[in-house]
């Protein structure tokens, strides 16, 4: 299977709609957020060091995931909006995605935390090399530098 990760830039791809459809079926409403700030401008992954990515497979958005300025750390980004379609799972489309974000990410800090809800989804991060901050382990966070750039990130990059 091809897998495209796109920059989001200027607009929500309209597959948008489907994935926030699948998301609220399994009870999360992160991507419906997206959306609702997206739309008010409030969150459009434009400050130093933000990006918003998409995954393609074929024509079809199979997953999103981003990064933000993380406000509780100092030159800290964090992992936010992060879905992957429950088809899709289970591929290495959300390893990709999250890899190509990490990737960017090293450019710009050196930490990269996530929040990340539920204890499959903290299995994933810490499967990337992610471990808890605090105690309760609500969040999660990685060093880049231990990351080995050499990572493969395969995949074709295009923008919206």
Not at 12 to 29: C, K, M, N, V, W
């Amino acid at each position: 299977m091809s897998v495209d990760i796109r920059v989001i830039r200027d607009r929500l791809p309209r597959e948008i709609a489907d994935l926030e459809s699948e998301a609220r079926r399994e009870g999360h409403l992160h991507i419906a957020r997206l959306i609702d700030e997206w739309s008010a401008g409030d969150i459009r992954f434009e400050r130093g060091g933000e990006r918003l990515l998409g995954a393609y497979a074929g024509e079809a958005l199979a997953g999103v995931g981003g990064v933000t300025v993380e406000p509780a750390l100092s030159q800290a980004l964090r992992m936010r909006r992060f879905y992957v379609s429950p088809e899709m799972r289970g591929h290495g489309i959300g390893r990709l995605l999250a890899l190509a974000l990490l990737n960017h990410a090293r450019d710009f800090c050196s930490v990269v935390t996530v929040h990340p809800g539920n204890p499959g989804a903290a299995k994933f991060w810490e499967a990337l090399g992610f471990r808890p901050h605090a105690p309760d382990g609500d969040m999660l966070y990685v060093e880049i530098a231990r990351i080995p750039s050499g990572r493969d990130v395969s995949g074709s990059f295009f923008t919206f």
